[in-house]
């Protein structure tokens, strides 16, 4: 089983750039595909971005893309959102969520990842 904790979230102003991370224990991580989510309030959780197991394939939302780049230091065991020109739409809680990835596949899906980190918060003000 693995765990994950974010860190790296703050305040920002628009136009801006954070770079969250995401450590990971207790498992192998090159054996887990990794996602981003984010919480705004009072919003369901949704899908930012997805990397597979050994970082060949990478897919993001559309509202994100040119703008955030997800990558993973699988020897370092950590999992990388740079975030550029931030808006104030980007403003929630942000997790980093695991899922076996030994198939290879990505999922959009929060019901498709198993394991969660407790969320960094990031704040972008106008």
């Known amino acids: 089983q693995v765990q994950l904790v974010e860190s790296g979230g703050g305040l920002v102003q628009a136009g801006g750039s954070l770079r969250l991370s995401c450590a990971a224990s207790g498992g192998t991580f090159s054996n887990y595909a990794m996602g981003w989510f984010r919480q705004a309030p009072g919003k369901e959780r949704e899908f930012v971005a997805a990397i597979s197991s050994f970082g060949h394939r990478t897919y993001s939302v559309a509202s994100v893309k040119g703008r955030f780049t997800i990558s993973r230091a699988n020897a370092q065991n950590t999992l990388y959102l740079q975030m550029n020109s931030l808006k104030p739409d980007d403003t929630a809680v942000y997790y980093c969520?695991?899922?076996?990835?030994?198939?290879?596949?990505?999922?959009?899906?929060?019901?498709?990842?198993?394991?969660w980190g407790q969320g960094t918060q990031v704040t972008v003000s106008s």
């Open positions: 969520a695991a899922v076996d990835g030994r198939s290879g596949g990505l999922t959009t899906r929060v019901s498709g990842y198993d394991y």
